[in-house]
């Protein structure tokens, strides 16, 4: 076909896809459905055209569209790698690993449920071999739930529901297009009856393999583009060419599944793309592959309606029942899903509580679209699948197609309107209420500010004044006199609005780059669960959350493991400088939020609550100052560095702002502003290198400062400290449980434990032991040690401790007062102490 043809064609699409979005927004329809409906339109028209006799005048037109070079192929390897690599750009990873379980069992069993049961169910009433109507499973179990979830952010639903859809529609692609490639494989080799459990066994290799590639692609791709920092395009040049090498290198090297490699090349990407570009590089990145997906997602729309006519040119009267068939198998094994396994996985406390209408709303938004078409286009295709096999996959997957676009698609907003889920809960709706009027209040400042400087008449301002003042105080009134709303709620409210400013404040010292975006990434997660946190369970979810954040997760522990054992440093290196960074840059921000407490809240909820959460605030800071606290003490000198370098950052943001400012008043061009930028960028890079981090234990500052040592010499104190052994506790951690053997005694270098003991409770802090008095009494514990704060501790073995105590007098003095405190006889306790210094 000429090349003139095609780019008219092309271009037409484009003015297509243009028109058919703001036609969407006024019909109140999925995107997806009026783009498809145009494209079927367009098909239809074009049949007509070419066989009516009305007219030949538009015949070439309709032979160049139907002549379009449109096969599987482009669909598979142009088409859907732009749109899996670009939703997973856009995920928040940290956030949806919260919801690992419900996500992956959404994907893969509900994928698996699909198939077997729309396979099983045409097998049994119809003659299609076993093989085949799989195989329309697989194809046919594909969802397009993006309707669903705009919907849904439309109408305010819970983010976190939002996350397990968006991710349950990624990796159900992935997984259905890897069961598609296994029964396709087993329809052109012409088994008529696979055993499942052979089928399966090669899933997992499909999987791992493509994982792996797409793994191995975006370490490479990443690498690339930190070598190339300083030039941008290149780095998005790089961004482009991966998801393409990594699902042609995982279909045609090693046989595994192309679209698992992009997805796994994607989430890779997004992991550390953030900590190894610059902050606009990333947002470029993320922007250009967003206006990619849109383009790629409307013309594969467009272009597999465009199909339809041809797929259904043999359809048959019974052929039409077979497509109820599908529907209703397809329907039950996702009602199946929702509403057996995701109640069950709730009761197993894995899952988020997902109301009954909402799963509704799912049920009926399990739309397919074009990647169905694209998979059925591609066995009508293959001359090694039998003809009868290629119609039925084409008229099944091309009706199913068909009614959940028509049928569900242009329903599925009415039927959210009737499950009420575009109402606002009454939390929300005081929320939105209080946003008003905090907005409002804002507005009344500056608009106060900007009249001055405009020199209006006095008369017109006061006027518009008074009548923006009557406005902003029935908005007042509005959020603070709600019947609707307990003390409970507004203290919840007032929460979620604290957090959500925390949330911008991290945004501007990220733009200000005096935040770090590999660490960014971190506070940001943190600040949204914070949120969720306090709409779900009010201030228990916010102090949760809050002690969550700087909890020594498993990854911390495990990297401390490999550092002990194995003499493996690297990894506990990097999260420790990590966690040193991100606790200055909670540090930085939660500084900065006493003033929107005492000014917007105050003024919202008044001076009870804004008193409450003052000291949530205060207990956030402390449990941060404690935590970075014992990180100072193991490794002195380091988070001076770090305050160092968020200190030059701050002054190369404010000189580049004063740059910005000479030119925009003209005191110089361009030629000296941009010189004057690339020598700022030099400065800039070098300030961007995180300084290195001697992981080595500095245990003798820490014995130093110990006063129970100090009657040791500095001999004894170094020997001491090669001998203690460091151990960090969460808040809330059994450190000693009742009924153990008693083995250590424990040091407290940072933090605070709580002692239980004969329905006695008191507390240690720093600089303080525990575990003495059970080994000296050589009896089983009684006492539970329990870590109230992120501790670090350094632990002493028995056989040690017993000969540490025979030559300091201090720690004597210490395990005497210990014992008093709890009704001992000290004497008792020390005299085998004293028969061993004799």
């Known amino acids: 076909m000429d090349i003139v043809v095609i780019t008219t064609i092309v271009a037409s699409l484009f003015l ?46 309709a032979e160049a569209i139907l002549n379009l070079p449109i096969r599987s192929n482009v669909f598979l390897y142009v088409f859907l790698p732009t749109l899996l690599f670009q939703a997973t750009l856009g995920m928040d990873l940290r956030r949806m690993l919260d919801d690992w379980v419900p996500i992956l069992m959404l994907a893969v069993v ?102 792996f590639t797409g793994w191995l692609s975006a370490r490479i791709a990443v690498g690339m583009m930190s070598f190339f920092r300083r030039h941008e395009l290149a780095q998005l040049s790089i961004s482009v060419a991966l998801p393409y090498l990594a699902y042609i290198g995982a279909e045609q090297s090693i046989g595994a599944s192309g679209v698992i490699a992009v997805v796994a090349a994607g989430l890779t990407l997004n992991l550390t793309g953030p900590g190894r570009l610059q ?41 039409i029942a077979l497509v109820g068939v599908v529907v209703l198998a397809s329907i039950f094994a996702r009602a199946v899903i929702l509403f057996g396994l995701l109640p069950l996985l709730t009761s197993l406390r894995v899952s988020p509580t997902v109301e009954r209408p909402y799963r509704v709303a799912i049920l009926w938004g399990g739309l397919r679209g074009a990647v169905t078409l694209a998979l059925a286009l591609a066995v009508t295709e293959s001359f090694r699948v039998p003809d009868e096999v290629q119609r039925m996959v084409g008229i099944l997957a091309t009706g199913f197609t068909l009614f959940t676009l028509i049928g569900q698609g242009t329903t599925l907003r009415w039927i959210i309107g009737r499950l009420g889920l575009d109402r606002l809960s009454p939390i929300d709706d005081a929320l939105s209420r209080q946003v008003v009027a905090v907005s409002l209040q804002k507005v009344r400042e500056d608009l106060a500010r900007t009249t001055e400087n405009y020199e209006l008449s006095r008369d017109v301002v006061r006027s518009e004044a008074k009548r923006f003042g009557e406005r902003l105080e029935g908005a007042v009134k509005a959020a603070d006199d709600s019947q609707d709303i307990h003390d409970r709620d507004r203290i919840t409210l007032g929460l979620i609005a604290l957090a959500g400013h925390e949330r911008d404040t991290i945004l501007m010292r990220v733009r200000e780059r005096t935040i770090a975006s590999r660490i960014a990434e971190k506070v940001l997660s943190n600040a949204d669960r914070l949120i969720e946190g306090a709409r779900a369970d009010g201030r228990h979810g916010y102090n949760r959350i809050a002690r969550r954040s700087v909890k020594y997760g498993f990854g911390f522990r495990v990297a401390n493991i490999l550092h002990r054992r194995l003499h493996l440093s690297r990894p506990l290196a990097r999260m420790t400088a990590d966690r040193f960074e991100m606790l200055l840059s909670q540090r930085l921000v939660l500084r900065d939020l006493g003033g929107f407490i005492s000014g917007r809240i105050r003024r919202i909820h008044g001076k009870r609550v804004s008193d409450l959460l003052s000291d949530l605030l205060s207990r956030r800071i402390e449990i941060v100052e404690t935590a970075l606290q014992g990180l100072r003490l193991q490794y002195p000198g380091y988070a001076e560095e770090l305050e160092r370098r968020i200190i030059r950052r701050t002054a190369l943001r404010l000189e580049e702002r004063e740059y910005e400012t000479m030119r925009e008043d003209g005191l110089i061009g361009d030629e000296v502003y941009t010189k004057l930028r690339a020598a700022l960028a030099q400065k800039r890079s070098r300030a961007e290198d995180r300084p290195k981090l001697d992981i080595a234990l500095r245990r003798i500052e820490l014995v130093r400062q110990f006063p129970l040592f100090s009657g040791l010499d500095a001999r004894d104190q170094k020997r001491l400290s090669r001998l203690l052994k460091a151990r960090h506790a969460n808040a809330g951690e059994v450190i000693l449980g009742r009924d153990s053997v008693a083995k250590s005694v424990f040091f407290i270098a940072s933090g605070a434990v709580e002692v239980e003991a004969a329905n006695q409770t008191w507390r240690l802090g720093r600089g303080e032991m525990f575990g003495q008095l059970s080994i000296l009494m050589r009896r089983t514990r009684r006492t539970e040690v329990r870590a109230i704060t992120p501790s670090t501790l350094l632990e002493l073995d028995e056989a040690r401790f017993r000969r540490l105590l025979s030559r300091s007098k201090s720690l004597q003095q210490a395990v005497r007062a210990s014992a008093e405190k709890r009704g001992i006889a000290p004497d008792a306790l020390l005299a085998d102490v004293e028969r061993a210094r004799q």
């Not at 849109?294 to 019974?318: D, K, M, S, T, Y």
Request: glycine letters at 8%; aromatic letters at 8%.
């Open 16 to 61: 297509v896809i243009g028109v058919a979005e703001p036609l969407a927004a006024r019909l109140r329809l999925p995107f997806s459905v009026i783009l498809a409906g145009i494209g079927i339109l367009i098909g239809v028209a074009a049949v007509f055209f070419l066989r009516t006799e009305l007219t030949d005048a538009l015949n070439p037109v």
């Open 110 to 211: 509900a994928v698996v449920a699909a198939t077997l049961s729309v396979g099983y169910a045409l097998s049994w009433v119809s003659s299609i071999p076993l093989t085949a109507c799989l195989l329309i499973g697989a194809i046919v179990s594909t969802t397009d739930p993006s309707a669903v979830v705009s919907i849904f952010r439309s109408i305010s639903a819970p983010r976190r529901l939002s996350r397990i859809i968006e991710g349950e529609s990624l990796l159900n692609d992935a997984a259905a297009i890897a069961l598609f490639g296994l029964f396709m494989g087993f329809v052109m080799m012409g088994v008529p009856d696979p055993k499942l459990g052979d089928a399966l066994a090669r899933f997992p290799y499909l999987i791992l393999g493509g994982a």
């Open 279 to 319: 902050p606009q590089t990333w947002i470029n990145l993320r922007e250009l592959w967003g206006v990619l997906a849109h383009w790629a997602g409307a013309l594969i729309f467009v272009l597999a309606a465009l199909l339809i006519p041809r797929l259904l040119e043999e359809i048959r009267i019974g052929d």
